[in-house]
């Protein structure tokens, strides 16, 4: 199969799931915004059916899809240059879902790790779709035919799942029709850590707030959040090696320098030799300049829901004309009587 079979377009999810984090902007919503452009199709997707394999409250999953929506458009994602949507108003991504329920393995399902960690010991009070979860995620990209998808680390292992589902489909049905899907790990975006442990990632589950910078936190909290930010006496070194072991001095660098738009060497060419007492006011200031104006469009557009609705019932409108097709064609290869008529 040659890649030049599919045109190239981008995939990706966002769980709307707890607040979204300085993690969520540089990690993700940054960098997809950073794909919009002649390059690449480019579809985003507030994965709702996702969040909801483990319990969520209604409302608040509501709130929070809403939130994600405003954080994308907040970010710079242009509802015109990118497809922007919920994942529940696309009924193809369920659809497929189970045609994949009937190709993926047992066993291939039990090997990933976040199935392992999520579950734990507890599995057999987990949910079947929290053991499922892959298979969706698979279809989510498949459905589009999508060629690359940009993800955190921690989602590779299901990256190589999708290829092997739609592999094993193409093989069992005898078929070129599903793409081997690219994984896009190597961003320049770093993984923003934990304010207070920086050798854990920055989370919305964590029991602190003062872990993390949410989005919608005010210019007076994000400054105070880096202020208490833990660090070690040092100086800052004037490269990057004099990162090593030194999990929470390296996290505050990355910070600086993904948000603005520089390497951590360039940061450090500028900034080794000072101490944190002067780099951390120099790092609020700058959080503070990129933040508050997503934060404050957020907020406006939080207040506006029936913008938001409309935002994201055009979005799916705009999915479905790929995704129904590709839908049809699936059904009609496995043998639905029906499929390709309307
Ligand atoms: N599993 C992803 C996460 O937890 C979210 C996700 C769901 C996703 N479907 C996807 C990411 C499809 C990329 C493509 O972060």
């Known amino acids: 199969m040659t890649e030049s079979q599919f045109t190239p377009r981008v995939f990706s999810g966002i769980k709307p799931s707890g607040n979204l984090h300085l993690g969520n902007y540089l990690g993700a919503l940054k960098r997809f915004v950073d794909m919009q452009g002649p390059e690449f199709e480019t579809i985003y997707c507030m994965v709702d059916l996702h969040a909801?394999?483990?319990?969520?409250?209604?409302?608040?999953?509501?709130?929070?899809?809403?939130?994600?929506?405003?954080?994308?458009?907040?970010?710079?994602?242009?509802?015109?240059?990118?497809?922007?949507?919920?994942?529940?108003?696309?009924?193809?991504?369920?659809?497929?879902?189970?045609?994949?329920?009937?190709?993926?393995?047992?066993?291939?399902?039990?090997?990933?790790?976040?199935?392992?960690?999520?579950?734990?010991?507890?599995?057999?009070?987990?949910?079947?779709?929290?053991?499922?979860?892959?298979?969706?995620?698979?279809?989510?990209?498949l459905i589009y035919h999508a060629t690359h998808v940009p993800v955190g680390e921690d989602q590779k292992q299901h990256l190589e799942l999708t290829r092997d589902i739609a592999a094993k489909f193409n093989h069992d049905y005898g078929v070129d029709f599903f793409p081997q899907t690219e994984p896009v790990i190597d961003g320049p975006a770093p993984r923003v850590m934990n304010l207070r442990d920086g050798t854990r990632k920055m989370s919305s589950s964590d029991a602190s707030d003062m872990t993390r910078i949410n989005m919608i936190d005010d210019s007076d909290t994000i400054a105070k959040k880096i202020r208490k930010a833990k660090t070690d006496p040092d100086a800052l070194p004037s490269e990057v090696d004099g990162l090593e072991d030194r999990p929470e001095a390296r996290n505050l660098v990355n910070i600086y320098a993904a948000l603005s738009d520089q390497t951590a060497e360039q940061v450090l060419a500028e900034m080794g030799g000072k101490q944190f007492g002067e780099f951390k006011p120099m790092l609020a200031d700058l959080a503070v300049s990129k933040l508050s104006p997503i934060s404050s469009e957020m907020a406006r557009l939080m207040g506006e829901e029936a913008e938001i609705d409309q935002i994201l019932a055009r979005g799916a409108e705009k999915a479905r004309a790929i995704a129904a097709p590709i839908l049809q064609q699936t059904y009609e290869i496995v043998g639905m009587v029906g499929a390709g008529k309307s």
């Open 52 to 141: 909801i394999t483990v319990w969520q409250d209604p409302e608040k999953l509501r709130e929070k899809t809403r939130e994600v929506c405003a954080g994308f458009i907040a970010a710079g994602l242009d509802a015109e240059k990118s497809i922007l949507f919920n994942q529940s108003q696309v009924a193809e991504h369920t659809q497929l879902a189970w045609i994949f329920n009937c190709v993926a393995r047992m066993g291939w399902m039990q090997r990933m790790t976040q199935w392992k960690d999520k579950a734990g010991k507890n599995s057999q009070n987990a949910s079947l779709g929290l053991f499922a979860y892959p298979s969706l995620m698979a279809a989510d990209i």
